[in-house]
């Protein structure tokens, strides 16, 4: 049987962790990590097979970027992160653009059949970056936010029982998310929120990711846990309805940009989008967030 590899590029905080979670959950049967800070990531690499040690026989190692050759899955979380001075996930575009170009290459070289999954942002303009840059088919390049998004949501309305809470957040990975308050569900019978309701929770989303960045300096958990999640609906053909980022060619009405939808994840990547009616609401949310990133995936694509 063939082996399964996944490769994470960029071992910080949120890459050593979706290693750490890949290795866990005995997802794959190779973890490379990759990391321009070499010794950092053999010693992740070390960390995180000590862990497994008595639980499964995953291979991990750290080396250059070419060892990602033949991988299933790549996941690209390598950059500049947000800091308390760094308000907005764009304002980190310019010098993480930089990064996905200098990687993309190798990656298109030496594993032309992976799914390509981002987490790096602003997370939808980097995968349209990678889209752009590698030429792989849009299906296969995927953008990791939209199911931690969902997962604080569901969290905040689930009032200490996230589980029985169904809501997913599309739009942008940033300031335009747009959470799907029309079609949430609490054990699966539909939920009302009055108008104040929503824009309160809107508000509390919003704010979510720097309410852990302000106090621990980084998200790492939970990002790293939902892109676990989409890594194994995809290497498990599990055909699941996930939030993710998807290139967009003509469905809601777009085209060149990257943006939270609701896709079907299985083998083949983002195997459909499905196409949701929005209300009001969501509707200006969604296409204000859209507006954002078309014009700034052209600028860094033209
Ligand atoms: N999409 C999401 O849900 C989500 C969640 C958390 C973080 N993020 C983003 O993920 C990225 C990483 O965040 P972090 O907190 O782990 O940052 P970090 O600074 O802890 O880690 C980034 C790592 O990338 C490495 N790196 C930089 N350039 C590289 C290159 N060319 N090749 C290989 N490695 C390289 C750095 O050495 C560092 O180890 C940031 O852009 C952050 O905003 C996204």
């Known amino acids: 049987m063939n082996k399964v590899k996944v490769t994470v590029v960029g071992v910080g905080n949120v890459g050593s962790c979706v290693g750490f979670v890949l290795a866990q959950r005995a997802v794959c049967d190779e973890i490379v990590l990759v990391d321009i800070r070499t010794e950092w990531a053999i010693g992740q690499a070390l960390d995180i097979v000590q862990s497994v040690a008595f639980s499964n026989d995953c291979h991990v190692k750290a080396g250059p970027l070419e060892e990602c050759e033949g991988s299933d899955v790549v996941v690209i979380a390598a950059g500049k992160a947000r800091s308390p001075e760094i308000k907005t996930r764009l ?7 930089q990064v996905i170009r200098s990687i993309c290459p190798t990656i298109k070289e030496k ?13 939808d303009v980097m995968n349209y970056l990678v889209w752009h840059l590698t030429g792989f088919p849009r299906q296969r390049v995927v953008g990791s ?16 029982k996230s589980t029985s809470i169904d809501c997913f957040v599309l739009g942008e990975h940033g300031d335009g998310q747009a959470p799907v308050f029309s079609r949430a569900r609490r054990d699966g019978a539909p939920i009302t929120l009055p108008p ?9 989303l919003r704010m979510s990711s720097m309410a852990v960045v302000s106090r621990k300096e ?15 609906a995809i290497l498990g053909d599990k055909k699941v309805l996930m939030p993710c980022s998807a290139i967009l060619d003509g469905e809601y009405g777009l085209k060149g940009l990257s943006i939270g939808v609701p896709v ?37 694509t033209q």
């Open 218 to 232: 980084a998200t790492t958990f939970a990002p790293a846990a939902n892109t676990v999640s989409m890594i194994q």
């Open 91 to 97: 304002d980190l575009a310019a010098n993480n653009a």
């Open 264 to 300: 079907v994840l299985g083998r083949g990547g983002i195997e459909r989008i499905e196409q949701w009616d929005l209300d009001e609401f969501e509707r200006e949310r969604f296409y204000r967030g859209a507006r954002v990133l078309q014009d700034m995936c052209r600028s860094l």
């Open 111 to 123: 594993c032309p059949n992976a799914v390509i999954i981002t987490i790096s942002n602003p997370m």
């Open 196 to 204: 104040a309701e929503r824009q309160r929770t809107s508000e509390a």
């Open 145 to 160: 936010g939209g199911m931690l998004d969902s997962s604080r949501a569901c969290w905040m309305l689930g009032d200490g």
